[in-house]
């Protein structure tokens, strides 16, 4: 950890409880010095401390919150190196999970020519992923040439490098909000010490705009489901903290609405996971479409993010009981 990384955190971290402290939240002083408390004691950053609302918490809620310190405990006591390769390798991911992998994909290391003109003879639009993106980043939505010698300049871009060349996903109507992404569920499963698959704290990520991605680093709205039923229960949060009840791009109030597939959704990633029990952490990436799902992927390090800035909080003291 650099000194010029210490001195921008500590900028930022003025910057964010400065805003707080402005909105009548307490005094600057007092901010800074609960705020080093958090951090000392539970494991806090400064993110979670403001935007993630821990600043509003009292000592017995704190202990329960699912900190960045926690969430690292998690991750290195339940998780394997050898599995979690499986889930950072996205072609070996996909080859893992065939049976929840119906769209056609390519590793564009490995793949031939005719391969990937095979390919692009089923769909007008193909998705190229970095497999070393994170959050989105890199993605692209790419038409597809009709003219073969165009074909071949754009599998001679990708041959040389790790990309994954995917069949554009057709999502359910129902999970469509007039933007342009994907949007998927982001499902958390764990397995207990007796080889159980449990499910906990589901979230709908819905995309805004032109965005290529539902990922909220890319500005999407993200609901958490009720997980016996899937309907939406919480808001949305801003990054500046505030609530969104309504999707920006379609004015749609979001509270009540029904995932489609609700319950293919739970017994799909509960099965999944089962096929890993070496991860025993996972946060899933789930489209739903006409006719079931698609995995997309699976997070052996979940944002914490998710659990404790949405909807329901207070995960700590649940998860560790199966640490």
């Known amino acids: 950890m650099t000194i010029k990384f210490i001195l921008r955190y500590f900028a930022d971290s003025h910057k964010k409880l400065k805003k707080i402290s402005e909105k009548g939240d307490g005094n600057i002083f007092y901010l800074w010095y609960d705020f080093i408390k958090c951090s000392i004691i539970h494991g806090a950053i400064i993110n979670h401390y403001t935007r993630g609302g821990l600043y509003k918490l009292k000592g017995c809620e704190r202990k329960k919150s699912m900190t960045y310190r926690r969430i690292l405990k998690a991750f290195s006591k339940m998780n394997s190196p050898e599995a979690i390769e499986i889930l950072n390798n996205m072609h070996l991911f996909n080859a893992h999970f065939a049976p929840f992998v119906k769209r056609k994909w390519l590793y564009s290391k490995e793949m031939s020519f005719d391969k990937f003109n095979d390919l692009c003879e089923i769909a007008p639009y193909i998705i190229a992923k970095p497999e070393d993106g994170v959050e989105g980043v890199g993605v692209k939505k790419i038409s597809v040439p009709s003219d073969t010698k ?50 906990f704290k589901m979230l709908f990520r819905v995309g805004v705009g032109n965005t290529v991605v539902d ?9 958490e489901i009720h997980l016996e039923t899937g309907r939406i229960i919480s808001p949305s949060l801003k990054k500046n903290g505030e609530e969104v009840y309504i999707h920006p791009q379609t004015d749609v109030f979001m509270l009540g609405r029904k995932i489609p597939n609700w319950e293919i959704v739970t017994a799909a990633v509960k099965e999944a996971h089962a096929m890993l029990p070496g991860c025993r952490f996972i946060g899933w990436d789930v489209a739903v479409t006409p006719d079931g799902i698609e995995l997309i992927e699976g997070n052996h390090n979940t944002d914490y ?7 329901s909080k207070g995960w700590w003291s649940i998860i560790k009981q199966y640490i």
């Open 150 to 199: 165009d074909r071949k300049k754009l599998y001679e871009q990708f041959s040389s490098k790790s990309y994954m060349i995917e069949e554009v996903i057709t999502q359910h109507p129902e999970m469509i909000y007039g933007n342009t992404s994907v949007n998927t569920i982001r499902a958390h499963s764990i397995i207990d010490k007796n080889g159980e698959v449990h499910l």
């Open 215 to 223: 990922n909220y680093a890319q500005g999407g709205c993200v609901y």
């Open 305 to 311: 993010e998710f659990l404790e800035f949405f909807g």
